[in-house]
């Protein structure tokens, strides 16, 4: 498959949105590529999110700048000397035409003053950020945005929170190469390979497609470890492979996809069981999406189904309510169940929790909420992850000062049986739609009969 | 297949190599990640070249302090509150154990003097190395450095030159990954895909054995633009696909390797034609390799030869000698003939022109040279890329100022037979031996039965 483009009129609305609620110049950036050894072998150029949702296009070294009556692009003109190299390139006329916006060099954008920025996400950035708006910009999070600044990271957040059709219509296509992934690592996992060889083929489909990995693709067997870098283990019959990857459009929309599946190809009992428990939290999590809920009771709805299944299991003795109110979701669940997504995997995590928290909300303090990205009323347009998960993390399990009185409410011998379990996370995309949600991600086999399915 | 690792007597026996030739202390920095498009979205931490060569593992924030009587690697300790996230890592006595080195906490070097570095590759590892040497240093190549610094990077350049045991042998796990990837593009290739479909089996490969892409693959059949970083393109059957892809181990070390073959399966008679000249061409390149040849020799060997094949072909008229002397060779073969290749694609690149050009020697002015990496005189333990092309490229032939008074050497007519002929490059990995070469990427298929054998 290869993932269709928007039409330029999709950025010259969302330019006039943006337009409509400035009350002065800005500045977006598309930023700079970063050298990976040395300065001529770089990291592929991706540019940074809010340009890419006003231009479309990953023009490296651009800059919109844009104002309450129009919009104009500054780029660098193309060098006729790194055409032997690069091959003919867009002239600002083209670019002009192709993205029916007024197109000047960038040189003439030097020492602008009074023009409003978001904050740059490397150094190299900020100083070419410093130097084209003439005042000191320092990269970082967007906490500390002041005057104009702080009212443009406001709007962008305003605009980005609600996807418009062809920010939906890019999730799908995003969701649709992620699907491809998925099946294809579940149809290459046997015993004996390494993670690295599911890995390979779940990214060969998100490169065959035309697009880039969202994100650091997790594919283990110790999915208890959260933000697993590894690929070296070797698959054994006995293991549960946990695979968190998601495929970026070339326009920078993300999927963001969880699934668990056993490399034989058959979950044993505890397997099944378990993997019952995350998925009918999960099912329990995704139901309560809807405009007007409060995305940190998404949350809590899926700690306390997980607490529920795990009494179902004899893991946990008690009465949900109580031990959920104690901490109990967090011994086996200590993230949050999901966050932002669109252009950014965690959507416009580099204004820090500006986007993800509602003004006036700041993060919880107990075990199992802290680390949740997100808490906003949901709305039509926004799309969120819901990923519940089911660890053993020694971390926590085996340590008196995490466990504390919850200890006398752990069955140890009962969670024993289950140690062919070490980690299981099911993630979907999810869109809040006007009477509900829509799972994007609803193609990837999830239910153990459909994954078994594939696997056969 | 999984690649071997060094032993780490390998490292240690390199800094003492390094420690033999310091008159003071120097150090090693390993650098920092790149963010993406957020700062917890960050690329891969590849580690700097110079660190990798002395320590083999990428500790991202870790510092090698190397002087004349030994070395000590500091580090950040392990955040016991990422654990959660990262699973258990290695404290620094782990670190020490593994390396057999003395390690230390990387709070502990802050603000050293009078301690000798190369130049960091972006401002945020600038900043960072600047507060640990308590000096200002900046970005760039190695031309500008002074003093101690010029002498680290002339015993670094000493030392990395002549690749030890250990290092040919991580060049030759490369060149095998690599090997396999070009195997799978070959067999994947089909008229109607696009060109990222190759590209991803390639690199499904070099991400299955457990390592990265060298460089950005190129994989196009527009070989004529000749850093095409497009994956656009459809295949036909009429096109030839130019496929450069390299593999990079875990310790950093590089394949470097370009093929060229029909898309059909089947070279038509102007492409196999075409083709010949240039694996004549190469293998003329490769066959003057040897200890005692000034590689600017070895890269004009390639270029007479193609002026010699393409007066074969009826494409120029005239003398070969007097053609090459003429900048014949330029007009379809406007690039060097090769680089060093270690554990930088372009070895020690982050040097400038330092480790590429004997001193006293520099640039060329000429069409044909001035685009040559390399000027040294080859010696045992060196790896250079040997890769001449023959490519159409618009921007030289279709411009009178270019071709200049080679018009007249020139058979427009037979020229414009060879349409099917957009671009060809051949490229492979060749180490200098005591008594000549060996060709690292040998097992790659090449000739052109071998290429269509593999394509049946």
New interface residues.
């Given amino acids: 498959m290869?993932t269709k483009a928007s039409q330029p009129q999709v950025f010259a609305a969302r330019r006039a949105r943006l337009s409509s609620r400035l009350r002065g110049p800005a500045l977006l950036v598309a930023g700079l590529s970063?050298?990976?050894?040395?300065?001529?072998?770089?990291?592929?150029f991706?540019a940074?999110?809010h340009f890419l949702y006003l231009v479309g296009r990953s023009i490296e070294g651009a800059a919109l700048l844009i104002h309450p009556k129009g919009a104009t692009l500054f780029a660098p003109p193309a060098d006729?000397e790194a055409?032997?190299?690069?091959?003919?390139m867009p002239s600002l006329t083209d670019w002009s035409n192709e993205l029916g916006l007024e197109v000047r060099p960038i040189e003439e954008l030097q020492g602008a003053e009074n023009i409003a920025a978001l904050p740059p996400?490397?150094?190299?950035c900020?100083?070419w950020l410093s130097e084209l708006l003439d005042r000191d910009l320092e990269?970082?999070?967007g906490e500390e945005l002041q005057g104009a600044d702080a009212e443009l990271a406001e709007s962008m957040i305003a605009l980005r929170l609600s996807h418009d059709d062809a920010a939906v219509a890019q999730l799908k296509e995003a969701a649709a190469v992620t699907h491809r992934a998925h099946l294809a690592g579940m149809r290459a996992t046997r015993p004996e390979l390494?993670e690295?060889?599911i890995?390979?083929?779940m990214?060969?489909?998100?490169?065959?497609?035309?697009c880039a990995t969202a994100?650091?693709s997790i594919v283990t067997v110790?999915g208890?470890?959260?933000?697993?870098?590894r690929?070296?283990g070797v698959l054994t019959k006995a293991d549960l492979l946990l695979a968190d990857v998601g495929a970026e459009t070339p326009e920078?929309f993300a999927g963001d996809v969880t699934r668990t599946w056993p490399v034989s190809g058959r979950f044993s009992g505890t397997q099944r069981e378990a993997y019952e428990v995350v998925l009918a939290a999960q099912l329990a999590a995704i139901a309560k999406v809807a405009p007007g809920v409060r995305y940190l009771d998404v949350h809590r709805a899926a700690g306390l189904a997980m607490v529920e299944g795990l009494i179902g299991l004899g893991i946990l003795r008690g009465s949900a309510a109580d031990l959920y109110a104690r901490g109990a979701a967090a011994l086996f669940f200590?993230h949050g169940v999901g966050h932002l997504l669109g252009?950014?995997?965690?959507d416009m995590?580099?204004l820090g929790d500006r986007a993800g928290y509602a003004p006036g909300r700041s993060r919880a303090e107990a075990p199992g909420d802290r680390y949740l990205r997100l808490d906003r009323d949901l709305a039509p347009g926004m799309c969120v992850t819901i990923e519940p998960g089911f660890y053993q993390?020694?971390?926590?399990l085996a340590r008196a000062e995490e466990v504390g009185e919850l200890e006398s409410a752990l069955d140890r011998a009962v969670l024993a049986r289950f140690a062919d379990v070490r980690g299981i996370r099911i993630e979907d995309d999810v869109l809040v739609t006007p009477t509900g949600y829509e799972v994007l991600s609803a193609a990837v086999p999830k239910s153990v009969d459909d994954v078994q399915h594939v696997m056969v």
């Fill in positions: 290869w970063r050298p990976r050894n040395f300065q001529h072998n770089r990291f592929p991706r940074e999110s006729p055409e032997l190299w690069t091959g003919p996400q490397d150094l190299d900020a100083l990269p970082g999070g390494r690295a060889s890995r390979a083929a990214e060969a489909e998100i490169i065959a497609a035309g994100y650091g110790h208890e470890v959260l933000h697993n870098e690929h070296d920078g200590p252009l950014d995997v965690h995590e580099d993390i020694p971390r926590i």
